[in-house]
């Protein structure tokens, strides 16, 4: 498994030049990040490198966990955290610092608050491919179907909707991160709950927004209630719920409050067959399906998909009926 804590003491350092206190720091404990004291308070480190919309839920859920479950004040650490985060977790009493020096820490009588630090830019390096638009459909594939993994280039770029070009150069640097390997016979995923959660945070900032077609709410709200007696096979088309109405239909434990549904009928026809009207801020997001249909399920979106949504939520309901289709749905993964 790959990983780069540097960035922990470049957060240290640049805290201890502004507030100009001294700060320990210890990151020989295998089980944790690392472990911070300042003055008498000794704090649990989680290290993440950056925060931001796409992830924000997924460590959110994260932390609280570890702050349940520790008897010792948790800190989070990052090289950038975004504003919108920021307010999140001092709403939520969690501390935290990242590089450029802004702080939020508050134990005891111990209280730091710095903001409006800016940090100077790095030169922006090339991102792998595998987590650009096409590699992230081709890691779908594979993570979506064990038996994926198996099938000629040719076939997963059908598939990805992708060219065997990519799927080529995908699969290599999956080898060179680590997360594939080739035997004589067969492919193997290596590492898979990283891929997994790399490829959440990764959909999430790139895929997402490009497939997101409109947002709508329902017209009669009689009719919202009666959600899962709508017939969406449409001529020849599908309707597929997503999200909250997703882990409702497959773990019987969530009753829905959004609706996210994907799809690749026009948006006529699904405000008529949904009744739905045009809403910035409706409760019903129509997303662009991207992948091809499969006969056994043709209700709900992949599991994969679904699980995406509900942890990235950041809302302990939805965080909790993932977790469910994590031990089931993905027990594979």
């Known amino acids: 498994m790959y990983r780069n804590n540097d960035f922990i003491y470049e957060a240290v350092s640049k805290l201890e030049t502004l507030i100009n206190i001294p700060i320990e720091i210890d990151s020989n404990r295998p089980n944790y990040d690392a472990l ?8 649990i480190v989680e290290a993440k490198k950056t925060v931001r919309t ?10 609280e966990e570890a702050k349940y479950n520790s008897n010792r004040p948790i800190i989070l650490i990052a090289e950038y955290i975004s504003k919108k985060a920021t307010e999140e977790l001092k709403e939520r009493g969690i501390n935290y610092m990242d590089t450029a020096g802004n702080a939020f820490i508050k134990c005891n009588e111990l209280i730091i608050f710095i903001e409006g630090q800016k ?6 390096t090339n991102q792998s491919r595998a987590f650009q638009e096409a590699g992230l459909k081709i890691v779908f594939q594979l993570l979506y179907k064990p038996e ?12 990805a909707n992708v060219s065997i070009g990519s799927v080529s150069n995908v699969m290599a640097e999956l080898e060179d991160l680590n997360y594939l390997l080739k ?66 239909i497959l773990t019987e434990n969530l009753r829905p409050e959004k609706f996210t549904l994907f799809t690749d009928l026009d948006l006529s026809e699904v405000a008529r067959s949904l009744k739905l009207v045009p809403s910035e801020n409706g409760e019903v997001e129509i997303l662009q399906k991207f992948w091809k249909n499969d006969s056994e399920n043709q209700k709900t ?10 942890i990235n939520s950041g809302f302990g309901r939805n965080i909790e009926t993932a977790k469910q289709i994590l031990e089931n749905e993905l027990r594979y993964i």
């Open 301 to 310: 979106a992949p599991a994969l998909l679904i699980y995406a949504d509900l």
């Open 183 to 248: 035997t004589g016979d067969k492919r193997v995923l290596k590492n898979k709950n990283e891929l997994l959660e790399r490829w959440i945070v990764e959909y999430n900032a790139v895929i997402r927004p490009r497939i997101l077609r409109k947002r709508m709410r329902f017209l009669d709200k009689d009719y919202q209630q009666q959600w899962r007696n709508i017939n969406t096979h449409i001529n020849n088309g599908y309707i597929l719920w997503g999200g909250e109405p997703g882990g409702a």
């Open 148 to 159: 994926n993994l198996q099938y000629s280039y040719r076939r997963i770029a059908e598939k």
């Open 54 to 63: 796409s992830n924000q839920g997924l460590i959110l859920s994260k932390l």
């Open 36 to 43: 911070l004291r300042i003055k008498n308070e000794q704090f």
């Open 119 to 124: 940090k100077a830019k790095k030169e922006k």
